[in-house]
């Protein structure tokens, strides 16, 4: 790929297979995160875990990704952004391999810890990438496809990795997901070109004042805070999401593959809709509106009694679509913040803060949701539903600020 945005809102044919392998990345990125939660009432019974054990393990990966994220933050754009993708993603795929060796959960545990130190780069990494090599007039669309990525590990990701724990046990699922990585990593190291158009605008020697620098841009700031706070009610819903149907919804674990197959359906379809609006309206009240649904979905989700697999899902589709309705504009917008020369420092951190947060959300729900046995209900994940949804009437609030911080930046012409 050649270091220069074309400003046609067309793709080319190399811009579609960047596409094509970031989607892929994250698609393994992501899906490493997210198995975790269909495993959990797996994990937690065979590996003996509470919930707040649980909940640790969750946020080991993102305080570790977080991390990692701001010490890396100075060094974002001092390097060839392909050779940092590489180094990161061939730690995340090692630190995968760890995960399938681990024996309890002290040892599941640390592994979590390592492939968060390389896997929580590499979503910063990628959107520098996006930023670098796509207008704002298109990353809609390209944020949209990549963010595909999530719905492609709901149809396909987790239905086979619960496939391959049921029948060969869980570390099998961590295994399928280390072999994808390594197909995919050939795929960059022979498709993707250098890029390095940002290392002609660098100013700062030091890659600690770069980051000072980024980090003490007030500007900066909102958008830091806005898309940590995004982050925080996935954190605290999803760790559980399993154990509640298992055990609250009364959902077996050989139906609990068809729950999120179609629940990846549901944001397979939406998104690309998305991505194409956020092109075309006000990025800020798509985001309020997929808010608003969210809210509603979640105070439903939380409250349900047992109910037949069909309610489940068609709940969990429509409560998913507002939730990734809100993750494009929010993405797309968060890029139009930093200038070219501050955009990997600047992906790194909000990455790193994104992390944390949520790390720190997860053990929150850790300690909101109580279990008394192996087998009985979750208690008090009502009382979780109603925390993420003052969280995220917040959320909007920031948002609107990050939008208006676009907006006069360079009215709507932010490259």
């Known amino acids: 790929m050649e270091n220069t945005t074309v400003e046609s809102t067309a793709f080319t044919s190399k811009q579609i297979i960047i596409i094509a392998i970031l989607a892929l990345l994250q698609f393994t990125v992501i899906l490493d995160f997210v198995i975790i939660s269909p495993l959990g009432d797996i994990l937690m019974k065979t590996l003996d875990m509470t919930t707040a ?19 890396a933050a100075g060094f974002a754009d001092k390097f060839d952004r392909k050779k940092l993708l590489i180094f990161f993603y061939t730690g995340f795929i090692i630190g995968t391999v760890f995960c399938a060796f681990a024996i309890d959960y002290t ?40 963010q595909m990525a999530y719905a492609t590990s709901q149809i396909l990701g987790i239905p086979l990795g619960l496939y391959f724990a049921n ?14 990585g390594v197909l995919i990593l050939i795929a960059v ?44 009610g996935g954190f605290m819903l999803q760790p559980f999401g399993s154990a ?32 194409k609006l956020s092109d075309k309206v006000s990025k800020f009240w798509l985001f309020t509106a997929g808010s608003i649904l969210s809210i509603i979905m979640i105070v439903i989700y939380t409250n349900l009694d047992p109910i037949p697999l069909w309610e489940v899902v068609v709940i969990n589709m429509i409560l998913f679509m507002g939730i990734m309705s809100r993750m494009i504009p929010a993405t797309t917008l968060n890029t139009a913040i930093p200038e070219m020369k501050d955009r990997g420092a600047y992906m790194s951190i909000t990455s790193s803060l994104q992390q944390i947060a949520g790390g720190i959300a997860a053990v929150c729900a850790g300690f909101i949701v109580h279990q008394k046995t192996k087998a009985s209900p979750l208690e008090n994940y009502d009382i979780l539903g109603y925390v993420i949804a003052v969280i995220t009437l917040c959320s909007v609030v920031l948002m609107w600020r990050v939008s208006q911080l676009v907006k006069s930046k360079n009215d709507g012409s932010v490259k």
Do not use: C
């Open 107 to 146: 040892t599941l545990l640390l592994a979590r810890i390592f492939t968060g130190l390389f896997g929580g780069v590499i979503g910063s990494v990628s959107l520098a990438i996006v930023t670098d090599l796509f207008v704002i007039k298109q990353r809609g669309r390209v944020m949209g496809f990549i």
């Open 189 to 232: 190291l022979t498709q993707m070109q250098p890029i390095t158009k940002h290392l002609e605008l660098q100013s700062d020697k030091s890659p600690f004042l770069h980051l000072w620098h980024t980090l003490s841009n007030k500007n900066y700031q909102i958008g830091f805070a806005s898309i940590a706070l995004l982050s925080v």
């Open 167 to 180: 029948h060969w046990g869980w570390h099998s699922s961590f295994i399928m997901i280390a072999v994808l």
């Open 53 to 71: 054990k649980f909940g640790f393990t969750v946020s080991a990966y993102a305080f570790s990704a977080g991390i990692s994220g701001l010490l």
């Open 244 to 275: 509640y149907l298992v055990n609250n919804i009364h959902i077996s674990q050989l139906q609990l593959p068809m729950v999120f197959f179609f629940t990846g359906l549901s944001v397979l379809f939406i998104m690309p809709i998305v991505g």
